[in-house]
């Protein structure tokens, strides 16, 4: 069985940080990929950012490059969204999903199992 599970989100004004978490167990931690999305009230669920589980390769969606960092610790069992600089146009609920064989990483659909959310909210 699959289970992840995010924490962190919260309430920052802009120019600000906050790092999320995606506690991952099961199969969800031998997976091909782990992603970042994030989804705003009216529009589409968006890539964010991905971390191989070999670690060798992140990706990030253009409007979080430089600010947002994707890390993880193995022992935990754990991935991060370290977000800086934050803006008002960064709130949104943040997902993280697994996505278990080689598929678009970028493709929302793609992905397999998904967390439950949290909210970032950037106040101006």
């Known amino acids: 069985q699959v289970e992840l599970v995010e924490s962190g989100g919260g309430l920052v004004q802009a120019g600000g940080s906050l790092r999320l978490s995606c506690a991952a167990s099961g199969r969800a931690f031998s997976s091909y990929f782990m992603g970042w999305f994030r989804q705003a009230p009216g529009k589409e669920r968006e890539f964010v950012a991905a971390?191989?589980?070999?670690?060798?390769?992140?990706h990030y969606a253009n409007s979080v490059k430089g600010r947002f960092t994707i890390s993880r610790d193995n022992a935990k069992n754990t991935v991060y969204l370290q977000m800086n600089s934050l803006k008002p146009e960064d709130t949104a609920v943040y997902y993280c999903?697994?996505?278990?064989?080689?598929?678009?990483?970028?493709?929302?659909?793609?992905?397999?199992?998904w967390g439950q959310g949290t909210q970032v909210t950037v106040s101006s």
């Open positions: 971390m191989s589980w070999s670690g060798y390769s992140t």
């Open positions: 999903a697994t996505l278990l064989e080689d598929r678009d990483y970028v493709d929302f659909s793609s992905y397999d199992y």
